[in-house]
């Protein structure tokens, strides 16, 4: 089985970066479509972007698109996401999580395999 654990979290002022990092074991990370996704308290858990098991396509939420990047290193076996120019809105707990299979997909309940969290606060 695999096991991913989540770092990089923090407490920012808004427009300032930060970059999560999603280290798995037991499993290579080549084999899965990966995905980050965030929950802000009292609200769903919702997909911030998913990439494909190859890493040519990624899907971005539209909230992120143009600031966020996801990226793996398969060296490393982790995932990471960028975070430019942070908004109070981006404030939540970000997960990782990963998928069998080539193909990403855009529902939490489509990813069986989850990072523990990691908190992402932005003061404005």
């Known amino acids: 089985q695999v096991q991913l654990v989540e770092s990089g979290g923090g407490l920012v002022q808004a427009g300032d970066s930060l970059r999560l990092s999603c280290a798995a074991s037991g499993r290579t990370i080549s084999d899965f479509a990966i995905a980050w996704f965030r929950q802000a308290p009292g609200k769903e858990r919702e997909l911030v972007v998913a990439s494909n098991r190859s890493g040519n396509t990624a899907y971005y939420a539209d909230t992120v698109r143009g600031r966020f990047t996801i990226s793996r290193d398969n060296a490393k076996n982790t995932m990471y996401l960028q975070m430019n120019t942070l908004k109070p809105e981006d404030t939540a707990n970000y997960y990782c999580?990963?998928?069998?299979?080539?193909?990403?997909?855009?529902?939490?309940?489509?990813?069986?395999?989850w990072g523990q969290g990691t908190q992402v606060t932005v003061s404005s």
């Open positions: 999580a990963l998928r069998d299979g080539p193909f990403f997909g855009t529902h939490s309940w489509e990813y069986p395999i």
